[in-house]
């Protein structure tokens, strides 16, 4: 079965085309199963609208299912649609986000960590001026906050778990047991971890995680899971057969998708 879970759209408001012009490409490039997993709205804001620019106004979410939904039946027998979001993980506001999510029926939620600070992640700027020990502490803070969203037991899939060096390739390089820290506690928790091929759209190059990351995700029984990233309809299902190839070879045996918070295991 081929599939990818992680896809944006205009909403968001830096993603192009509509929700249709995704399932048309999915359909195109042969998938069976295409999940719709928009930005969360910044839940924590007291503005409709925070960031624009980032993710959908809270007021959009209910429209934004709704469509999702009517596209589920009209390409039924067609393609398989799973309806998501990707949800910004903040601990500080993590009950205010589970109790909003449930209220609505979605098939997976997608974990990540876009904001670390007061800083969007992919900000080069946040790099300007740093050593690499500082690099390193910022590194062990990321880590520790995608270890959280393991262990919050909100999510179903983690996105992008080490994106942190997104706009900062040498962080590959810099080493801490942060990371294996984090990767046990994924394990543990038995949440999905992504392999994200967004990583080639970025001066990092690749996907996330990194090799060597997603070799140690394979030695510590991460569970794992696809997912473009696709914030443009030409990407969808990008580079779906090399990762799971790559899957292969590392001793994978199986992947995940979700259907109503349930979850399938697929041979790969």
């Not at 399932?23 to 195109?28: I, Q, T």
């Not at 990194?210 to 029984?221: C, I, V, Y």
Request: charged share 30%; glycine share 8%; aromatic share 10%.
């Amino acid at each position: 079965m081929r599939f990818d879970l992680h896809t944006h759209h205009e909403r968001c408001g830096h993603a192009r085309g509509g929700l249709r012009a995704y399932v048309e490409s999915a359909m195109e490039c042969g998938l069976d199963v295409l999940g719709f997993s928009d930005h969360s709205p910044f839940l924590g804001e007291a503005e409709d609208h925070y960031k624009p620019w980032v993710a959908m106004a809270k007021s959009e979410f209910p429209g934004y299912l709704d469509e999702a939904a009517r596209l589920r039946d009209e390409y039924r027998g067609r393609i398989d649609i799973r309806i998501g979001v990707e949800s910004d993980f903040f601990p500080e506001h993590m009950e205010l986000y589970r109790s909003f999510y449930e209220g609505f029926p979605l098939d997976y939620i997608i974990g990540s960590v876009h904001v670390m600070g007061d800083m969007d992640v992919f900000r080069p700027e946040r790099w300007e001026g740093m050593t690499e020990t500082e690099m390193r502490r910022e590194k062990e803070r990321y880590c520790d906050l995608v270890a959280q969203s393991a262990r919050s037991g909100m999510f179903d899939i983690l996105g992008h778990i080490d994106a942190l060096r997104a706009s900062c390739p040498q962080l590959e390089s810099i080493g801490t047991p942060a990371e294996d820290a984090m990767l046990r506690a994924i394990a543990d928790a038995d949440v999905v971890m992504e392999v994200n091929t967004s990583g080639s759209t970025k001066p990092c190059g690749g996907w996330y995680p990194a090799p060597a990351l997603l070799e140690r995700a394979a030695f510590h029984g991460v569970k794992v899971t696809f997912g473009s990233d696709a914030h443009d309809p030409e990407r969808v299902g990008e580079e779906h057969e090399e990762v799971r190839c790559r899957l292969r070879s590392l001793g994978f045996r199986e992947w995940h998708v979700f259907e109503k918070r349930q979850r399938e295991a697929l041979p790969l």
